[in-house]
């Protein structure tokens, strides 16, 4: 069992670094689709595990829920969003893809680096979850600096979410129900929220182009 | 024991200030009855509370701490104490409210009814509660909280008439100064905790170390010194002092300074005690600045209270003089200019208190009566105003150190301070000592300048305008509130002895391996003396011989001169037919000689522009002239500029408005923190 | 112990009488330099006796103020005078003779006679006000310095116990320190009592007066009043200068009395001549000549540490 979660927990990182590789904002959403199936199935086997044992549906409930809105609702609204948009040609990354990915790597090395320093998971297979998840979480980060237009700045976001996400359930077994559907719902509203700005910076500049905002500034 | 205890007597005085603010509320739509009855009130409460405070101070055992009320929030808990140094400047609150209070039942109807009289009643009530827990805080959390309360009552008072754009700009500077004076407070505060793990105000700091004593010496300098306004964290005093009403400048001039005095004997003397010969040598110097540019400041204004405010920073820095004094005395192991030093300081503060109190409502009487307080606009009021008159000439001459009044006695006490502090063993201090002494001198020589121009200019001579020809006399409680303390200034002045007593109490608690028993004789009208040294003085003496001097000469001169009485005739003007008050020296030029030679200071600023054509035959000449702070131009005007500029370029290179770049920062910042907790673990 | 008594009588008579008398000997010692006869040695005198018999003219534009000031100012100078012993020994040990109450009698006076010249309002007496303001505020630290180093030599800021600590040796003019002070004393002299080269008081020039620009609205009796109190003032002064540099003769008190007007009269010549030898500065360059004077009272501190007499 633990192997398949370290499997997995590879997975969703590689996966991760797909979302990075994707020149077009398509394959980005491609590669978040990707990591939110294999979250679901993280989550779908560590519930079924639960059920086995303490009869609780709570996880199994958690991996239904993350089917619907991280592979299904959520990337089929950006893609809507994309191609309503119609801006795929231009080029949106600042630095060139190979360079993005090498420095994604460095990061993962860099986790690695400080997560060996902590006490308690300074080795075995929690410390490689966690640096794989950590990991995620940074580069989502990354996503986010590197690309210039605002669809970028959401799928980062989400990536990020993501990569929280799997952090914590790696690191405490999964938290309460309560609190992940909390945090589902706000991704909810973000991606809402943010989705709705996109079409107002469009409508407003001709481009969604987020250094356009700079003229904002007083 | 039943009866009647300084804690009875403190809470009582608590109370009826709150009552007497919250009466003033009550009563806002009946401005006359809720004016005086929150004076009156006030006024009890002032008895109650001088009456405590005597109570500690004569007594042999201090009023030991306790909690009235104990918050949610740990270690915060309202915990009052009295001791002979708080009660000492308790008694010098409850003097001067009650004749602030006394005056404020004439003051307030006349001026402040514009706005809300409730409201400044309300404010008024609540300041005073919050200086008397400052003064008597336990502990330094609940002491931080009334500080900040302090000063935030005061910023509303100094906001009071905000509608005049200069006075916003006195209020806006006042907050961001004590502000930061404040955070500097609660920096020094928690070191105090960290190191002592208590946060009495009693707390023994035997075991911190130098070092960390010299960085919360510091901070508490700054904290203070901001508060008390020497130099250079002074600039927002001169404005701050004129924006508020009257009777408040009165109460920030005479009681809110001193509550810094308070807490640097209390946290520095008391609590840090004096570690390094260097902490001495720094609040010597900058109260020798201070008193100093103070007094030469003062001297060149020409608004009577912005005038009376640069005085107050002069005469705090003769205060923090006598504190660097003592405590340089006292690292070398000089008992006699340790003690003296300390009671010149505390006494000084007292007699600051009364006279200053005293001038500032002279200052508000005058801008009552002839609704300017600017000097180029005033002159001859004393034969509309004579009593103000009198009460500010009083009032001046104390200031001025001159012999009959209070003013006299401490800068006496603080020049033999500085010559007992003189020893052969202080080798390059001595150079100090001697600054110290000329700085004194030249404080002195400025302050009767400053106050003959004040006197002279304001009450002498013939009105400079119709406002002042038309000044009548104002009410007599304002009369009777400032003819109080300009009696006690007097009173102390002539016979000092038994408070030099009150103090020296304190100063023994102070430095108790201190051998000497301080003042020698018993009886309140004998001369002051030392037994350490063979000096003497007694104003009494030389008063009594400058009395009848004068008496003698007048009782000799008037009955031979009565065949020849005083002819009448105009002044003498040379010739030509029609002197005008515009002919009079003004204000301005009356200190022109001084801030000329002393231009290194003052930085003045003079603009000559002529109109009209020809050069030999303009049609006009306008002339401005002005003396600007040397320390405002110099220190925080390149200062301020510089934040601009930099603030400016931050705005161009590192808050461009680049979401990405945020974004940036946040993931390089948190890069670095991970890195930072694994290279130190 | 019974000297003692006269101390007071004396003290008085001394002052009373000598004050006019000093300035005669010194415009006389002038006149002689100049080739002149000069006016008669009790000369002031004679402007007193003139001065009482003339009626008072005062200005309307004054108050009561006015009318006060020249008591204040003769009482001040008179009460300041009573500190500075002619004869140290029988001054009564507990008269309370500081200098630095003496310094503020004399600024007593000063505050009335500045504030006293703004009342007729006309221009001349702000102006000797204002640049009496000036002078005072940058003359005043070399005085205090100068009292001060002698205090310090002294062990005490009483004059009487100054002027024993002198007539024991602790201050002599042969040493740097008690040159360098008595030059530092002898400058500031000038522009207390209102001299060549801070002020003329020979002329009614408006460019140059100060003093005389302050007492110009007196007459009478209050004119008489305003000069005794100046002469007593420069008295005061000669008797600070004598008590301090020239302690000898104090054989006994007759003796002493006989010696202290040749003290104050050599003084006197000093002065004189000093005046003559000198010309009036420009009123901005009033600053250099108190600087020179600081510059020295600083010297004669730093002379006392350095050259060992604090040891001895």
Known sequence: MADLFKTLSVLILISSFVVMAGKRIESAVAGYRLQSVLIALAVGIEGSERFAHEKTPDMLLMCLLIFLVKVVWIPNRLCAAQARLHSASEKDFILNIPILVLLCSLLVVFIHFVFSGIEGISWGPLHDRLVNSVSVVFIGMLFMISRKRAIGQIIGFLVVENGLFVTAMFATGGMPLVVELGILADVLTAVMVMGAMVYAIHDHFDSIDIEKLNHLKG | MIGITAKGLLESALGLYFAAAIVSLVFQKQPKAGVAACNMLCMVASVCCGAGALMVLLARAPLAGYSGFQFAVPFVAVSLQMDKLSAFFVLCLAVVVFCVSLYAMGYTRRVISQRSNGVYGFLYGLFIISLLWVLTAENTLFFYIAWEMMSVLSFFMVAWHADKAENKKAATTYIIMTHLAAAFLLAAFLMLYQHTGSFSVFADSSGMSAEVKNIVFLFFIVGFGTKAGILPFHIWLPYAYPAAPGSISALMSAIMSKTAVYGVVRFVFFNLEIGQTWWGALLLIMGLLSAVLGSAYAFVQTDIKRLLAYSSIDNIGIVFMGLGISAMSHTAGNHTGAFIGMVASLFHSFNHALFKGSLFLSAASVETAAKTRDMNRLGGLIKTMPRTGVLLLCGGLSVAALIPFNGFVSEWMTYRAIFTAVTIQSEGLNILYLVAIAGLAMTGALAVAAYVKLFGIVFLGKPRSAQAEEASEVSPAMIVANGLLTAMCLMVGVFPVTIIQIISKIAMDLYPSNPMIPVQTSSWYQPVSFTVSVDKIAPLLAIFALISILTVTILLILPLAKNRPVRRCVTWDCGYPKLTPSMQYSATGFSKPIVIVLRMVFRPLRKKTVTGSHPYHPQGIDYDTAAYSFVETNLYKPFTRAVYSAANRMQSIVQTGSVRRYLGYIFFLLLLLMAYNRMVP | ?312
């Open chain 3, 1 to 312: 112990m019974a000297l003692q008594i006269v101390y007071l009588p004396l003290q008085l008579a001394i002052l009373l009488t000598m004050a006019p008398l000093i300035n005669g000997i010194i415009k006389k010692i002038k006149a002689f330099t100049q080739k002149r006869k000069g006016p008669p040695l009790l000369q002031q005198y004679y402007d007193f006796i003139k001065l009482w018999h003339k009626t008072p003219v005062v200005s309307k534009t004054t108050s009561a103020f006015f009318l006060m000031t020249p008591y204040v100012v003769f009482a001040a100078s008179l009460a300041a005078g009573l500190l500075v012993p002619a004869y140290y020994a029988i001054a009564p040990d507990n008269f309370p003779a500081d200098a630095i109450v003496m310094v503020s009698l004399l600024a007593l006076g000063r505050f009335f006679m500045m504030a006293a010249a703004l009342d007729p309002a006309s221009a001349f007496g702000g102006m000797g006000s204002s640049r009496e303001a000036m002078i005072s505020a940058l003359i005043e630290p070399s005085i205090l310095v100068c009292l001060f180093t002698a205090g310090i030599a002294s062990g005490s800021t009483d004059i009487p116990l100054i002027f024993s600590a002198a007539a024991m040796g602790k201050i002599s003019l042969l040493t740097p320190f008690g040159f360098v002070t008595f030059l530092a004393i002898f400058t500031a002299f000038f522009a207390e009592t209102a001299r060549i080269p801070v002020d003329d008081p020979a002329t009614h020039l408006e460019l140059t007066m100060v003093h005389e620009a302050m007492v110009l609205e007196y007459s009478g009796r209050h004119l008489l009043l305003m000069e005794y109190g100046a002469a007593i003032k420069q008295l005061i002064l000669l008797m600070l200068m004598a008590g301090l540099f020239l302690p000898f003769g104090f054989y006994s008190m007759a003796v002493a009395l006989l010696v202290f007007p040749l003290k104050i009269l050599l003084l006197a010549v000093l002065v004189a001549i000093a005046e003559v030898a000198t010309v009036k500065l420009r009123l901005f360059s009033v600053p250099n000549l108190a600087a020179i004077a600081f510059i020295m009272s600083v010297l004669g501190f730093l002379q006392f540490f350095m050259s060992g007499e604090s040891h001895g």
